[in-house]
């Protein structure tokens, strides 16, 4: 093994995508193994890789682990992106959680009925305006810094991008309302780690499509 990284899951964003962009946001390089059979998956349930049966896992510095935020609070405190105290880490979670709320609606769309996509996407332009972007938006504007905790680079704000970028896919004016917001997103898709992330070829993936819905499916069939 190269010392990487190892992070297995679909070919897809999914619930790994925040793990990639965290890695990615703190410069560290990673592999992939892609899931792409349910015999694969049932492999990796019975040769003990996935605690509770569930994906992503992320194999690194010796230990295979699983549960999303888990995962990324391992990441996070080992490159310094998660507060200098026990407070700033509270705000850090607060924000991270707000966050995670409104990605687990755009992780959840690709997956919703035909008939029940516009409506879904009104949802999550709703909960995106009205919601948690204002918060953020207030956050940045009463301490006037460039991060939103403690002037300093950390997971909360990796979230917040990935987020705004993903609600834009859909909506691409959401931003509209939110000067904020919108100076937050320059400086952060200018910061070198992210910039490199966001180019072509990099392991950043696409929105899904129906191939990655149907994979998703075929691997977690009962």
């Known amino acids: 093994m190269s010392g990487k990284p190892r992070l297995t899951y679909f070919n897809g964003r ?23 059979t349910k015999e694969q998956y049932d492999k990796l349930i019975k040769d003990g890789f996935l605690l509770f049966q569930q994906v992503p896992l992320v194999e690194m510095d010796g230990m295979k682990m699983v549960q999303t935020r888990a995962i990324q609070s391992y990441i996070a405190g080992k490159y310094n992106l998660y507060g200098k105290d026990l407070k700033e880490r509270a705000l850090i979670d607060m924000y991270v959680e707000g966050v995670a709320d409104l990605m687990q609606m755009i992780l959840t769309f690709p997956f919703s009925p035909p008939d029940a996509k516009e409506k879904n996407l009104d949802s999550i332009k709703e909960r995106a305006t009205n919601r948690y972007f204002p918060v953020f938006e207030k956050v940045l504007k009463q301490h006037g810094q460039d991060f ?10 990796v979230q917040l991008m990935e987020a705004i970028l993903a609600v834009e896919e859909k909506i691409p004016a959401v931003l509209s309302g939110f000067p904020q ?33 149907e994979t998703v499916l075929k691997v977690f069939k009962k």
């Not at 995508?17 to 890695?23: A, N």
């Not at 939103?148 to 909360?156: E, I, M, P, Q, T």
């Open 14 to 36: 999914g619930r790994m995508e925040s793990i990639r962009w965290l890695l990615a946001a703190a410069g560290v390089e990673f592999e992939e193994v892609y899931l792409e």
């Open 148 to 157: 939103l905790v403690g002037n300093k680079f950390s997971w909360a704000d």
């Open 181 to 213: 917001l919108q100076v937050f997103k320059t400086k952060m898709s200018n910061m070198p780690t992210i910039k490199k992330f966001l180019q072509p070829g990099s392991p950043r993936k696409p929105p899904p499509d129906a191939h990655y819905v």
